[in-house]
């Protein structure tokens, strides 16, 4: 019945204007770096659930897995005092887009952790410097983006790097525009300013052609209320298994700084928590479901850019556009999901 469905929609895909056979113009190269938290407490799980590491390692392959027409890739993790990198822009040169999702899958299968500290601010950093030094004279520009997922702060990034700094005394305020208010010299200041501008202590505007995306996956670590003790703040809460309540060590500052990163950016912001389960892919309308909803979310606004929340969410690669590798996503995920 599923396959009939599917034939049906290529079928009717192509009534519609040809959308499941035609690659668009407007595809554009895209350089990646995929940012994984390795530090020790992505080992911790909500009771009866999976690993944060495990977690991270599957929204990473999610990622990955993701048609493009030309996506280049870097697979970075972070702990203890600094990041290491196991998958180069130079390892996928010459290579298809398809040879390239290959190897770094393989990686990402073959990842050890989780250990140590969690040196966030100056990886970050690190990155986008990464970032803008691969094919800086290429025209026109690649477009930039770092994919990170991790489940908490900044703790170990070497005091003589340039991001680094102590927590910011006020939360990021998405009101604010200067930089949502950020203490001056925080390391979330820094790794702001590094995200919009290239440089960790300007506040001005992006520089004419610099673009870069941070998309944040954001892993709450849920342990149950009665075992706080009297000094513990709980900062978000959940009804876990059996109903018992369980609260998320991740502070409310910490989300308003994840989510001021990829809004600020352009980028996307997921939380990831024992109530709400990873998303699934295809699924646009997020009713836990990839279905008939979905493909007509992607016809809705197919060939246009991301202009509004409603094509935003039909953008399910995260290229800017509403296309073909969008209705792939659909079609490769149908009938997934919790609730189908």
Known sequence: MQTNIIKHLGSLALVTGALAYSVPAFAQQENVIIVIDSSGSMATAAPGGDPKWDIALDQAEAFVSLPHADREY???TFSGAAWTRHYSFADGAGLSVSQRQADVLGFINSLSGPFSTTPLAG?????????????????????????????????ATNPSHACHGSPSATPYDETNPNRGGLTVNSWEW???????????????NPPPGFELLVDVSALFDYIPTASLGQSADPV???YGPMGMTYS???????????????????GTYTQIDPATPPPTPGDVNEDGCTDYDDYVQIVTYYGQPVSNPASDQADLTRDGFVDYYDYLVVIQHWGAGPNC
């Open 74 to 76: 870097e697979l970075w």
């Open 123 to 155: 990886t970050l950093c690190d990155a986008v410097d990464s970032l803008i030094a691969h094919e800086a004279t290429v025209f026109p520009p690649p477009a930039k983006r770092i994919v990170l997922v991790t489940d908490g702060l900044e703790n």
């Open 190 to 204: 820094h790794v702001l300013n590094k995200a919009i501008t290239g440089d960790p202590n300007s506040t001005s």
């Open 236 to 238: 978000l809460v959940e």
């Open 248 to 266: 998320a060590p991740l502070s409310l500052e910490a989300v308003a700084f994840f989510q001021g990163l990829a809004e600020s950016t352009g």
